[in-house]
Each structure stands twice: as structure tokens, then as C-alpha cells.
């Protein structure tokens, strides 16, 4: 990786057939171009929508390139398709950077979304994502509820999802109802518009927020994440120079020789 250039940041989008959709994510990358203006974003989308990631990387110079998913937790995607596609672009040198989520800039966001939707403080709520069958992206979004939980000062916020793992959202609106929460709020742990967010938010019995969306502080994490994984690479290319001049080579260089 050449120090004087910065990898391009390629945001990766879910997709959807929403047209709101790619909208929004676009909307939010201008905020993060607005951010770092000399810093490359391209946008990249797993299906549904073009430009497909495939087709960015293709079309990228032959140097680095940090992917962010704009996902909120661990899943197939982020485990699976992402390095994959990294994979199959062998003129880029390719790090992943971790999902979005948890992370206490998200919180903020999510709490932004529900006061505009109406929610008053007492409220119980609902994280409603998509879901995964990956143990470790439900970890993520409980993680996820428990810090929105603390940001709203204690009240219950229960993990739910649209589909692929339990409880559905209707289930945790009505378990909440049986321990007397009957106008619970639904915070959207959404990207963007899209199915999901709204199969989701029309069960809702009290205020129903807006996904994400390009709200500042999301464009300020999709940054962090870009710079977390530019430090991890750079701490690696110096273990391995390290290891290089003390004649003790790098394990996983080993391991693929």
C-alpha cells in the first residue's frame, strides 16, 4: 500500500427494490464525501441495485481499497460475500472493515429517529431488524437494544426481527403489552427505506421510526469504521515487516505458502 495514497473507501449497501433506498445511501455518502473531501467513496451494492460491488471493484485502479459494509451487525454478508468479492478483485489489496453496529453513535441516531417519530421518555421500544440466522449478528442487535436501552434511561428495549430469527417484532410488541407496555415504540435498525423497515413499522403500536438514513452522526461512524480497519491493516504490515527482519516470518504467511 502506497502511504502517500489513501485507500478508497467502497461502501456496501444491502440493496433493495425500494427506491428510497438508493436515495438515502447516497445521500449519506455525500455527507461522508463532505466529511473528507479528498478521501475516493464509491458506493457498492451486494444485490438488488446497481452498481453492484463487483462491478466498483472491477472498475477501481489497481490499488487499496477499504470495504464498509453499511450493515448493522455480523452475518453472512460481512463473514461471506464481502471477502469474497475481495477475492475476486485480485488487482486490489482488500481490507473489511467491521459492520456499522453496535456502536454508540448508532444509539444516538436511533434515538434521534424515535424522538421525531413521537416518542416521549418511558417508553418501551422495540429494535426491529432484519435478521439473520447468524448467532452473531442477533448478538449484535441485543447488544444493539441494550445500549439504546441506557440511552433512554432504562426503559425496556427488546431485539426483534423481520425475519430469519426470533422473536418477530408483533411477538416482542406483544410480550412487552403483557407486562403492561401497550403503546410501545418501533426503533427502524434500518440503513435505509426498504421491506423490511416497513413490514416492520406498520405493527407498531405507538410511534414508528425512521430507519437511519443519512443522519450525520451515521456518516461520522461509516468514517470510523474506515479508519479502524486502515490502523489494523497498517499495524499488520508492521508486525509482518517486524517479523520479516527478525527472521521470524509471519504464521499466516506460512500457512498460504
Known sequence: MDPHVQPTLVAVAHGSRDPRALHT????LDRVRDLRPRL?????????NEPLLDTVLDALDPGAAVLVPLLLGRGHHVKHDLPAAAARAPHLRVRVAAPLGPHPLLVEVLRDRLLEAGWTPGTAAVLAAAGSRDPDSAADTRAAAALLSERLGGVPVVAAYASAAAPRVHEALRALAARGHHRAAVASYFTAPGRFAAQCAVVAPGPAADPLGAHPALARLVLRRYDEALVGWLADRARTAADHRSGHPDP????TA
Do not use: D
Open 25 to 28: 445511501v447516497s445521500a449519506l
Open 40 to 48: 475516493r467513496v464509491r458506493l457498492g451494492h451486494i444485490e438488488l
Open 252 to 255: 499466516r504467511e506460512l500457512a
